[in-house]
């Protein structure tokens, strides 16, 4: 499975930007997906997740009303949508895909860079 996100770049406080996760290989034998994200100097953290076979979402307390994950499914493609972002937000974005029903933690995408403004 590889997984390409594109969507990062520069935003301003209590702005909007739309990350996607690019998937394709043996997509089938996947359960979940989702988004991690590092801060400098931080650990690398949960963010969202999506049950693939039955769309259950799942997210950080620190995002839970501001982001949104969701997919479509002819295009292989999940979607975060973060609104009210916050400089606390910045970090790079990682997208990540599970084989089984957990966090998805097997296979990773290149980082995309997230940095809010104040």
């Known amino acids: 499975v590889q997984l390409q996100a594109s969507g990062g770049g520069l935003v301003q406080a209590g702005g909007s930007q739309r990350l996607s996760c690019a998937s394709s290989?043996?997509?089938?034998?996947?359960?979940?997906m989702g988004w991690f994200r590092q801060a400098p100097g931080k650990e690398r953290e949960f963010v969202a997740a999506?049950?693939?076979?039955?769309?259950?979402?799942f997210y950080a307390d620190s995002v839970k009303g501001r982001f949104t994950i969701s997919r479509d499914i002819a295009k292989n493609t999940v979607f975060l949508q973060m609104n009210s972002l916050k400089p606390e937000d910045t970090a790079v974005y990682y997208c990540?895909?599970?084989?089984?029903?957990?966090?998805?933690?097997?296979?990773w995408g290149q980082g995309t860079q997230v940095t809010v403004s104040s």
């Open positions: 999506i049950r693939l076979g039955a769309d259950s979402t």
């Open positions: 290989g043996r997509t089938f034998t996947l359960s979940t």
């Open positions: 990540a895909a599970g084989l089984r029903l957990a966090l998805p933690n097997d296979y």
